[in-house]
């Protein structure tokens, strides 16, 4: 069957019933546009046993579902009218490039060095002996982990 290696296998069964009817997933229905009460068509190819379905949209354009001046093209209807606008780039809008953000760079404040921030903190410290770890970093204007690796230069 023309255009089977383009399938993909979905992984999804459902079994027969004893009437012969099979209910289609609703993913799949929902992805394909069918709606309860649509007509579908099959395809078969008996050589594989390959069995295959879609909404039936009829002999009617693709595009604008006319039914007059019908090309087919690549397993689908086309009229006049659209291929003229498409050779002629009416009505086609470009594709916007895909925005591409920049990585987020934290700017770095005026940040000192460890030493000079371990020296803050031991006069704080020794000003301040029963303040809180919390306390210690909202004074220094840094985090309490930041704080941690202080005291572990002190």
Same mark, same amino acid.
């Given at each position: ?27 799949? /229905? ?11 068509? !099959? ?26 001046? +019908?090309?087919? !093209?690549?397993?689908? !209807? ?18 916007? @490039? ?10 770095? @404040? ?7 921030? @371990?020296? %803050?903190? /031991?006069? +704080? ?7 809180? %770890?919390?306390?210690? @970093?909202?004074? +220094? ?11 572990? +230069?002190?």
């Amino acid at each position: 069957m023309k255009g089977e290696d383009h399938l993909k296998n979905t992984g999804m069964t459902r079994p027969l019933d004893t009437l012969g009817r099979i209910v289609v997933p609703k993913e799949m /229905r929902t992805s394909m546009g069918i709606d309860v009460g649509d007509p579908l068509e !099959f395809y078969v190819n008996v050589e594989t046993g390959f069995l295959s379905m879609r909404k039936y949209i009829g002999v009617a354009c693709n595009l604008c579902n006319s039914v007059e001046s +019908l090309t087919y !093209f690549r397993d689908s !209807f086309l009229c006049k009218k659209c291929i003229l606008d498409l050779k002629g780039n009416i009505g086609v809008s470009p594709i916007p @490039a895909p925005v591409v953000k920049k990585p987020y760079k934290e700017k770095r @404040a005026n940040r000192s060095s460890s030493k000079k921030l @371990a020296e %803050q903190l /031991r006069r +704080l410290m020794s000003e301040h002996p029963t303040a809180k %770890q919390g306390d210690y @970093a909202k004074w +220094l204007g840094v985090s309490q982990g930041r704080i941690s690796q202080l005291k572990k +230069l002190l």
